[in-house]
């Protein structure tokens, strides 16, 4: 990209395993300049993998896994895992500003064309009907704000999967809207349609 540049090409996206989607991820480095990752299922010793998506591409993230991996033998499916691949020649300055302790959210700062972005890459539990799932999302929302209160002045950007719908009646919409107003937020719904070979963006944006 041209040190001049004026826009960046930004773009979330659930792998749902690593394996499952590496060849789709090359893909979107074709069209995008920062791709923010949920659930890649790695453990931080296999982090190494995202070098070798795309030649023009670097990784930063953490693996939801180790905790787990520590306890002894695995059961069950891997799960969870953040990170984003950036474009290395893109005239921006990305610095990473925290991890949430569960690899739940990875905070970054991105700095381009006299712009200083403070984004968030979100991955948010499901919500099983359990009382400990308000405790779960409290701890992400605090660690949203606390992280947000380090950077006065940035724009703020929160983006990932939320695993839930923005409508009142959602347990997770109604413990994420107060960083709605705090970091004074507009909810843009992105859908997207294939048919065949053709895909169909549509989205919009509402004030809360």
Partial sequence: MA???????????????????????????????????????LMSTLLFKFDKIHDDFAFIGCSAMDNKCEQGLLSG??????GILYRKNCSVKISVAGYHSEGRVIAVTLSFANQHLLCFGVYMPCDDGKL?????????????????????????????????????FNRGYREFIRVIHKMHLCVTVWIVTVLGTHIHITHWTTKV
């Fill in 3 to 41: 040190s001049d540049v004026v826009s960046l090409r930004v773009c979330s996206f659930n792998m749902h395993g690593f394996n499952n989607s590496a060849a789709y991820l090359n893909e979107l480095c074709s069209n995008n300049d920062v791709i923010f990752i949920q659930e890649h299922w």
């Fill in 77 to 82: 499916r891997p799960f969870g895992g953040v």
């Fill in 132 to 168: 400990h799932y308000c405790d779960k999302m409290s701890d992400i929302v605090g660690f949203i704000e606390s992280i947000a209160e380090l950077y006065p002045g940035y724009k703020c950007l929160v983006l990932g999967d939320f695993n839930f719908e923005c409508d009142s």
